[in-house]
């Protein structure tokens, strides 16, 4: 028998959470964000449940042909663009809507030759300062673009740096008015954050795009599950659901007497007489290492905390929770889950874990590990 440890990806719940992103921008059409191997779910798991949304977009030119295989004819974004001049024989051959975010990406396309009209989505910095053109120089880079006959089509986006927080969009969306003011074009603005939190927000500019949401969204996180703004708000709040399951099994069951010690580095102590689990799992799956004592699990779908150090291919897991509630102690092959939801329907949110981590969930379900099986739920 392998390992019991697996992950679950849940077809049912994409789909939920794709139409939460829908209703949340009723006006704009939707890319559904599917870079990092659809955040750790798997483009071809993830994609019949994400092809009700208007595109897809990523980043690399690998993944966007697996998506083409898989038969969509929709729009696809390349979200930083192409890497290098040859790229934009594939973007003509698979029809791939592009980000230009710089001159360099102006003058490859100036030289290449195509009989395909180009789509381009010319990126703004509007202060996050990683890709785009700062406001002053965006004009100069649209007027450049609209004169090359490569191009049909010109779309102006920006990305938020402070959707999920406190400090807000409003400084970046007065950066972006200021500079796409009069410029012809679809808009795109928001990722899930964004999307959730603002979309309601006025939008000055050309045309009557009226709100912040547009004419496209960019949806990512929020469809595979998490709550972007976790902790202030939460999976429920949002109306979302786990778009994966890690779970796994009990091991093995130890006894433990006052003062004893658990795992490397005896970070945790019993301070009465107690049973822990110890569960097939560890940093070697994608589980972080930084988790620490007290970080949420699911037990035959009773909530309780992890306890000591994760190791590479366990963690302990305490047991007193599930003895308050059960007959009998668990025994082997009991059900763990590490993030999802358990058999029971109970779910513990992987932003929680990722929160205990100090970390996000974003980075919890791309790490999850080549080692560990993945399988579709059956309730498609
Ligand atoms: C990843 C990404 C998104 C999606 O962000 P989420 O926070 O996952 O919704 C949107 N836009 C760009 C440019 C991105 O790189």
New binding site residues.
């Given amino acids: 028998m392998p390992r019991p440890i697996k992950a679950v990806i849940h077809p049912a719940n994409l789909r939920h959470n794709l139409s939460r992103m829908k209703a949340a921008a009723p006006n704009a059409r939707v890319w559904a964000?599917v870079?990092a191997n659809a955040y750790g779910h798997g483009i071809e798991r993830a994609f019949d449940a994400l092809r009700g949304a208007d595109g897809f977009?990523l980043l690399d030119l690998e993944e966007a042909q697996r998506v083409r295989a898989l038969g969509w004819r929709g729009p696809i974004l390349l979200?930083e663009g192409v890497f290098e001049p040859r790229d934009l024989e594939l973007c003509s051959r698979l029809d791939l809507w592009h980000t230009v975010h710089c001159n360099e990406q102006i003058d490859w396309l100036a030289a290449h030759k195509t009989q395909v009209g180009h789509r381009v989505f010319l990126k703004l910095n509007s202060g996050m300062n990683r890709l785009g053109f700062t406001p002053n120089a965006f004009r100069a880079a649209w007027t450049r673009l609209n004169a090359l006959t490569q191009v049909e089509e010109i779309s102006l986006m920006t990305?938020f740096s402070d959707a999920d927080g406190e400090r807000g969009v409003a400084h970046q969306v007065a950066q972006f008015e200021r500079a796409t003011q009069d410029l012809a074009g679809a808009r795109a603005l928001c990722?899930?954050?964004a999307t959730l939190r603002h979309a309601g927000l006025a939008l000055a500019g050309e045309g009557q795009h009226g709100q912040l949401s547009a004419d496209w969204v960019?949806?990512?996180?929020?469809m595979y599950g998490s709550a972007?703004d976790h902790p202030q708000g939460s999976a429920a709040s949002w109306d979302l659901r786990p778009g994966m399951t890690l779970k796994s099994q009990l091991l093995a069951v130890q006894h433990l007497q006052p003062g004893d010690t658990v795992g490397y580095g005896s970070r945790f102590t019993a301070d009465q007489a107690m049973s822990i689990g110890v569960v097939a799992c560890g940093y070697a799956d994608g589980y972080p290492r930084h988790a620490p004592t007290d970080t949420p699990v699911l037990v035959d779908g009773i909530r309780t905390r992890v306890v000591g150090r994760v190791s590479m291919d366990m963690l302990t897991v305490d047991l007193t929770p599930v003895l308050a509630q059960r007959p009998a102690l668990p025994g082997l092959g009991t059900e763990v889950v590490l993030w999802g939801q358990a058999s029971n329907g109970v779910v513990l949110p992987v932003d929680e874990v990722a929160h205990s981590a100090q970390t996000i969930a974003?980075e919890l379900m791309c790490a999850l590990a080549l080692r560990v099986p993945v399988e579709l739920d059956a309730d498609l």
């Fill in positions: 964000v870079k977009a979200l990305h990722n899930s954050a960019r949806a990512g996180i929020a972007p974003y």
